[in-house]
């Protein structure tokens, strides 16, 4: 399967955008997706999850009860909405397969990121 997160942009503080994890190659029905992001000149930082199935959810405490990840198998994507966005939340966002969890390395699959900027 391969990647690709987009629906990034320039949102104002307080502001909701909604990104996208699309696939190809392969359904996404059978994957866990993780979110991750980055930020210029800091490393790379775990957002949050979901598993495949009962698609049960994880968060990182920076964004838990802002951001919401969900899924959508017939669609062949994964969803990260958030709301509230604040300035910190400026980082490229990438989307992974295949693991729930916090640690980048246990992820198989790499998409090309979005940017999103967080600004007024």
């Known amino acids: 399967v391969q990647l690709q997160a987009s629906g990034g942009g320039l949102v104002q503080p307080g502001g909701s955008l909604r990104l996208s994890c699309g696939a190809s190659?392969?359904?996404?029905?059978?994957?866990?997706i993780g979110w991750f992001r980055q930020a210029p000149g800091k490393q790379r930082d775990w957002v949050g999850c979901?598993?495949?199935?009962?698609?049960?959810?994880d968060y990182s405490d920076s964004v838990k009860g802002r951001f919401t990840v969900s899924r959508d198998d017939r669609k062949n994507t994964v969803y990260l909405q958030m709301n509230n966005l604040k300035s910190d939340d400026t980082a490229v966002y990438y989307c992974?397969?295949?693991?729930?969890?916090?640690?980048?390395?246990?992820?198989?699959?790499w998409g090309q990121g979005t940017q999103v900027t967080v600004s007024s």
């Open positions: 992974a397969a295949d693991a729930c969890s916090h640690f980048d390395w246990q992820y198989s699959i």
């Open positions: 190659g392969s359904g996404l029905s059978g994957y866990a």
């Open positions: 979901i598993y495949s199935g009962i698609g049960r959810t």
